[in-house]
Antibody
Framework: EVQLVESGGGLVQPGGSLRLSCAAS????????MHWVRQAPGKGLVWVSR????????SYADSVKGRFTISRDNAKNTLHLQMNSLRAEDTAVYYC?????????????WGQGTLVTVSS | DIQMTQSPSSVSASVGDRVTIICRAS??????LAWYQQKPGKAPKFLIY???SLQSGVPSRFSGSGSGTDFTLTISSLQPEDFATYYC?????????FGGGTKVEIK
């Protein structure tokens, strides 16, 4: 069974940093692109970042470019999102999601999400 | 960036009703479109990909159609478990973008 379990969320002050993790199991993690998608309270879904299977390529939404860094450890089946210079507008539930197939940008499995709250 | 516009933003319907949700892309995306269902406090669930292909395990009352800029999600006979918010998503180019969502409510 495919499982994605996020962790690392919490309350952080504006300008602070947080590192999210997503532990994957039930599939060959190293074969899939992975993504982060966020959802502000009461709002819609927003794609944040993606990383390809062999860690050679990444992409970011303009709103987080230069502040967030996506990474993965294929040996540990873990995806990360390092978030720096956090702003109030980064407050959201952050989901990790699996890309359907190599190069495909649909999301077939999602984690349960981890809440990040940026507030003083 | 490709803008995705869903309509309506909400719909009230009864069990057994046919419900259609529209998603329009600001530029052509071929068939690079997916639909997701989200219930309160839960992660989105993958329903349809490539505009019209049903994900494994999704009931056949769900169907998708369209290509280019105009797409629809149809629920042929609404069931109690279908009351949720539905999102379209374009997978044609980065940044990947979602529609604003359509909330299907009980009438």
């Amino acid at each position: 069974e495919v499982q994605l379990v996020e962790s690392g969320g919490g309350l952080v002050q504006p300008g602070g940093s947080l590192r999210l993790s997503c532990a994957a199991s039930g599939f060959t993690f190293s074969s899939y692109w992975m993504h982060w998608v966020r959802q502000a309270p009461g709002k819609g879904l927003v794609w944040v970042s993606r990383i390809n299977s062999d860690v050679s390529s990444t992409s970011y939404a303009d709103s987080v470019k230069g502040r967030f860094t996506i990474s993965r450890d294929n040996a540990k089946n873990t995806l990360h999102l390092q978030m720096n210079s956090l702003r109030a507008e980064d407050t959201a539930v952050y989901y990790c999601a699996r890309g359907v197939t190599v190069g495909s940008h649909f999301f077939d499995y999602w984690g349960q999400g981890t809440l990040v709250t940026v507030s003083s | 960036d490709i803008q995705m516009t869903q309509s309506p933003s909400s719909v009230s319907a009864s069990v057994g009703d046919r419900v259609t949700i529209i998603c329009r892309a600001s530029q052509g995306i071929s068939s690079w479109l997916a639909w997701y269902q989200q219930k309160p406090g839960k992660a989105p669930k993958f329903l349809i990909y490539a505009a019209s292909s049903l994900q494994s395990g999704v009931p056949s009352r769900f169907s998708g159609s369209g290509s280019g800029t105009d797409f629809t999600l149809t629920i042929s006979s609404l069931q109690p478990e279908d009351f949720a918010t539905y999102y379209c998503q374009q997978a044609n180019s980065f940044p990947l973008t979602f529609g604003g969502g359509t909330k299907v409510e009980i009438k």
